[in-house]
């Protein structure tokens, strides 16, 4: 299992990656879009949705909620996943903090209508 330096080596090549592995049906990819697609649909019967993402990566799915009204918050441990992500969404509230250590203080003061974790 990748740490945390593990995935900020692999944050820039992340998408297409995770691209390759969906479109040619590989493992560990295989029917990501297709599962990303039925979250968003799912959250975005609430209009401007308050969402939680949890190891939300480069931002695939929040990036896609953020730009249809919702609010995102997240948590990521890695800082160069948080760095792209945030680059999608300059107004998303994200946070490096490990889950494995529960969630980042800032986040338990918030109520959220759908949470995720990619």
Request: net charge negative; aromatic share 14%; with cysteine.
């Amino acid at each position: 299992m990748l740490d945390n330096k593990g995935f900020d080596l692999w944050a820039d090549g992340y998408d297409s990656t995770v691209g390759i592995s969906d479109d040619e049906y590989t493992y560990p990819f295989a029917g990501y879009k297709d599962v990303l697609g039925r979250i968003f649909q799912v959250i975005m019967k609430k209009k401007n949705a308050v969402v939680l993402d949890i190891g939300f990566g480069t931002g695939t799915l929040t990036s896609k909620l953020y730009e249809n009204g919702c609010t995102v918050y997240g948590q990521d441990f890695s800082s160069r996943m948080i760095e792209l992500a945030a680059q999608k969404m300059p107004g998303a509230h994200l946070y490096q903090w490990d889950f494995t250590q529960g969630l980042a203080e800032q986040l338990k003061r918030q109520r959220y209508d759908s949470i995720a974790s990619e």
